[in-house]
């Protein structure tokens, strides 16, 4: 039970996180429920309903009470870490609005979590994955959807989501797709022609009307194709080659992103490709090191 104020307090940073930060629904959604959990905690902390006034008062001890029943409750490192997060820029919002110090809060020092980086796929294996999808369907139509599915995850580096978002209106593919990512930020993305094509080979033999509004790609029975079908696909092709449970669908992003990179693509451009907010998470990403950095830069600039 949270006080009427900070719960309006708390829709009202919502809003703003989705019309000025263009936060997804999903990341609504998990914010909301974070920052509710810790005025909750509060709550039953300090034994009554917590109003604004009480919570400019949160002390680096009550911080370190929160930090404490998370951990008691077998929260991981990881998603205390991303809760904090929520909770640290409700406050910082809060106290600037409000006018308090917020130190307290925003002083608490967030978990220490081992990134787990992504394992991209072989070229090779990416080769194998695209020409197997289509071997797992005897029905013509849905094997091409598949296939066209795979190489749009694989040759332009998009999301699932991404991917399965696309109407009608994009078929056939042009020479460049716009995508709207995560938190509606938009990139654009080249498309090669073995996705053309193999688009092209799909919306022939698809048995459904595509219509400029409607879905691309569609399900069995005529609904907008699922993605955890997609999934399964993944599953049971990477079962057939012998790869190991990493190879999923974003880890053919993953090999998308790993492989222009080996092939000499710049890691700035390659940023822009995935639609990531900065440069150290393509970093990350596909687990570039310093050593790595610097050997990739002294092939683009060669010393004279």
């Known amino acids: 039970m949270i006080s009427a104020a900070a719960g309006a307090a708390l829709a009202d940073w919502l809003d703003q996180q989705r019309a000025l930060h263009g936060a997804a629904a999903n990341t609504i959604t998990a914010y909301c429920a974070d920052v509710t959990g810790f005025l909750g905690f509060m709550t039953r902390h300090k034994g009554g309903t917590q109003g ?10 009550d911080m370190r009470a929160w930090m404490a029943q998370q951990r008691e409750a077998d929260l991981g490192a990881r998603s205390l870490a991303r809760q904090l997060s929520a909770v640290k820029s409700f406050y910082r919002w809060l106290a600037e609005r409000e006018g308090f110090e917020p130190t307290a809060v925003l002083a608490t020092r967030s978990p220490r979590f081992q990134r787990k980086l992504p394992r991209p796929l072989t070229a090779e294996a990416a080769r194998d994955v695209i020409d197997r999808v289509e071997l797992q369907s005897l029905t013509p139509w849905i094997a091409a959807r598949d296939r066209a599915v795979v190489i749009l995850l694989y040759g332009c580096g998009l999301r699932i989501s991404e991917a399965l978002s696309l109407t009608g209106a994009h078929a056939p593919l042009p020479a460049t797709l716009r995508i709207t990512g995560k938190g509606g930020k938009e990139r654009i993305v080249p498309v090669l022609p073995a996705a053309r094509d193999a688009l092209d080979d799909y919306t022939r033999a698809c048995p459904y009307p595509i219509t400029q509004d409607g879905p691309l790609f569609f399900g069995a029975r005529g609904g ?18 012998g790869l190991p449970a990493t190879a999923t669908p974003h880890a053919l992003r993953h090999s998308f992103a790993t492989h222009l990179l080996n092939a000499g693509g710049d890691l700035r451009a390659i940023q822009e490709l995935l639609g990531h907010a900065s440069l150290s998470t393509t970093q990350a990403y596909i687990g570039v090191d310093t050593a790595r950095l610097m050997e990739v830069y002294a092939r683009a600039h060669p010393k004279a």
């Open 52 to 61: 604004l006034g009480a919570l400019a008062r949160i002390t680096t001890s």
């Open 224 to 241: 907008k194709l699922s993605p955890r079908l997609v999934q399964k696909l993944m599953e049971h092709v990477r079962g057939q080659l």
